[in-house]
């Protein structure tokens, strides 16, 4: 299927998923960043990153010691949301390996994340 022209990306209403970032606790020591990601019917990415932006900052005055961090990143949709539908997508250039690569960006050693594989072989085991 083709993707729409830039044209009609910006005159038809469609689908985006915004990315907004949030800073939790004021003290670097133990402070923690919060990715999310939001859906929103909108007929551009100005609007889309509008809507996501504010509702970032209503998400963030209703807790405690959180601010929202500026960075909102819109992707367009192709398709209606549905099982399995791309949500966002985010380019970056780098000339390290896979392994390197999701080290030093996704593999910190400082992601609040469990292991889904570990807890699925856990069940398994007769």
């Known amino acids: 299927m083709d993707r729409p022209s830039?044209?009609?990306?910006?005159?038809?209403?469609g689908w985006f998923s915004v990315r907004c970032v949030f800073r939790?606790?004021?003290?670097?020591?133990?402070q923690a960043y919060e990715?999310?990601?939001?859906?929103?019917?909108?007929?551009?990415?100005?609007q889309a990153i509008t809507l996501a932006e504010a509702?970032?900052?209503g998400y963030a005055?209703?807790?405690?010691?959180?601010?929202?961090?500026?960075?909102?990143?819109?992707?367009?949709?192709?398709?209606?949301?549905?099982?399995?539908?791309e949500?966002?997508?985010?380019?970056?250039d780098s000339e390290l390996n896979p392994q390197a690569y999701l080290t030093a960006y996704f593999d910190t050693g400082?992601?609040?994340?469990?292991?889904?594989?570990?807890v699925s072989d856990e069940r398994c085991r007769p």
């Open 6 to 13: 830039s044209v009609a990306q910006l005159s038809e209403v």
């Open 24 to 30: 939790v606790g004021s003290d670097p020591k133990g």
């Open 35 to 46: 990715e999310r990601l939001t859906l929103w019917r909108a007929e551009s990415f100005d």
């Open 55 to 57: 509702e970032a900052l």
């Open 61 to 85: 005055a209703d807790r405690t010691d959180t601010i929202f961090a500026g960075l909102a990143q819109a992707y367009r949709m192709f398709d209606a949301p549905r099982h399995g539908a």
């Open 87 to 92: 949500i966002f997508s985010l380019i970056r």
């Open 110 to 118: 400082q992601e609040r994340q469990g292991d889904v594989r570990a």
